[in-house]
C-alpha cells in the first residue's frame, strides 16, 4: 500500500526526554519553522528520525519513532513565549528550555519506538521514486510517501 505520510527530524536528545516524561506520549509538541506544514499534515502518520550528532541508539538514517500529528498548532507570536508553543507542558523540558523560536508545531499522539526501524530510503515522492527531501536527511518535516507501511503502524495493538 502507498500511503502519504510525515516524515520529520527530531532531536534525538528530546526523543530520550520523552522516554523519561511518560505524560508526553500521549501527546507531544514539535517545533518548526518551515511554512511548508500546514493543517494538510494533520491526520497522518509520522515517522520520526532522530537528528543531530550520532548517538549509539539514534543511528542516522533511520526512522525509529511513529505517532499520529493531531494537528499544527501555532506559536505564540508576542511576548514572552514568543515562538514557544501556547502549551509548555507538551513539549519535552529539553526543547522548552534550549530550543529556538518556531512558527508552528506539529502535535503528536500516541507517539512510541517502532518494533524495527525503518531507513529511509523507504520514504518516497508521490511518484514512488526518489526521495521527498534534499541532501542526505530532511532538515524539516516533509510530506511523502511509503510503500507497505509496517502492520505494526498501522495497528499498533495487533
Known amino acids: 500500500m502507498h500511503s502519504q ?17 511518560p505524560r508526553l506520549k500521549d501527546r ?16 497522518l502518520p509520522i515517522f520520526i528520525y532522530a537528528s543531530g550528532p550520532a548517538h549509539e541508539r539514534h543511528v542516522p538514517g533511520v526512522v525509529t519513532w511513529t505517532g499520529m500529528v493531531d494537528r499544527i498548532e501555532r506559536a505564540v507570536e508576542r511576548g514572552p513565549r514568543s515562538g514557544k508553543h501556547p502549551d ?16 508552528s508545531f506539529l502535535e503528536v499522539t500516541g507517539i512510541r519506538l517502532l518494533d524495527h526501524p525503518l531507513s529511509l530510503t523507504r520514504f518516497t515522492k508521490r511518484n514512488g521514486k526518489g526521495k521527498p527531501f534534499t541532501g542526505a536527511v530532511p532538515q524539516w518535516p516533509v510530506l511523502a510517501y511509503l510503500d507497505n507501511e509496517p502492520e505494526s503502524v498501522r495497528n499498533p495493538h495487533a
Do not use: M, N
Open 88 to 103: 509548555s507542558t507538551v513539549r519535552p523540558l529539553t526543547a522548552e528550555e534550549g530550543d529556538s523560536a518556531f512558527i
Open 5 to 21: 505520510v510525515v516524515l520529520a527530524p527530531v532531536p534525538w536528545i528530546h526523543l530520550e526526554a520523552i522516554e523519561k516524561e
Open 28 to 43: 507531544v509538541a514539535f517545533g518548526t519553522s518551515s511554512l511548508a506544514v500546514t493543517e494538510e499534515y494533520a491526520g
